[in-house]
Nanobody, 118 residues
Framework: QVHLVESGGGLVQAGGSLRLTCAASGSIFTIYAMGWHRQVPGKQRELVATITSGGSTNYADSVKGRFTISRDNAKDMVYLQMNSLKPEDTGVYYC????????????WGQGTQVTVSS
C-alpha cells in the first residue's frame, strides 16, 4: 500500500476555487486508479473523481464540468481542481489508490476539510 497525504483544503465562498493535492510516499506509476472521495457527516463516502494510469477520468454527476482530476506520475502526485464551488461540495476530501483493476481502493489519506460558504 502507498501512503497518501492530502492538502489544499480550506474555507472558500460559493463560486470560488480550490486545488487539492495528494502526495504519495511511493510510486503511483503502476497504480491502476487514483481517486478523490468526499464524506459529509451522516452520509456515506462518495466517489467524486477517478483517474486511471492511462489517463481516463470519471466524475460524479454532481461535479462534472466543475472539477478536474489529474495525476503526475513523475512526481507521485494527484490533484483535484475544484471550480465554481457550491455549499454542497462541503466535506472531508480523501485521496485513495486502487492498485489493480480488480482490487478496491485500499489506500487512503487522512483527509482534508473543504468548507464552502454561501
Amino acid at each position: 500500500q502507498v501512503h497518501l497525504v492530502e492538502s489544499g483544503g480550506g474555507l472558500v465562498q460559493a463560486g470560488g476555487s480550490l486545488r487539492l493535492t495528494c502526495a504519495a510516499s511511493g510510486s503511483i506509476f503502476t497504480i491502476y486508479a487514483m481517486g478523490w472521495h468526499r464524506q459529509v457527516p451522516g452520509k456515506q463516502r462518495e466517489l467524486v473523481a477517478t483517474i486511471t494510469s492511462g489517463g481516463s477520468t470519471n466524475y460524479a454527476d454532481s461535479v462534472k464540468g466543475r472539477f478536474t482530476i489529474s495525476r503526475d506520475n513523475a512526481k507521485d502526485m494527484v490533484y483535484l481542481q475544484m471550480n465554481s464551488l457550491k455549499p454542497e461540495d462541503t466535506g472531508v476530501y480523501y485521496c485513495s489508490a486502487m492498485p489493480t483493476r480488480l482490487s478496491s481502493y485500499n489506500s487512503w489519506g487522512q483527509g482534508t476539510q473543504v468548507t464552502v460558504s454561501s
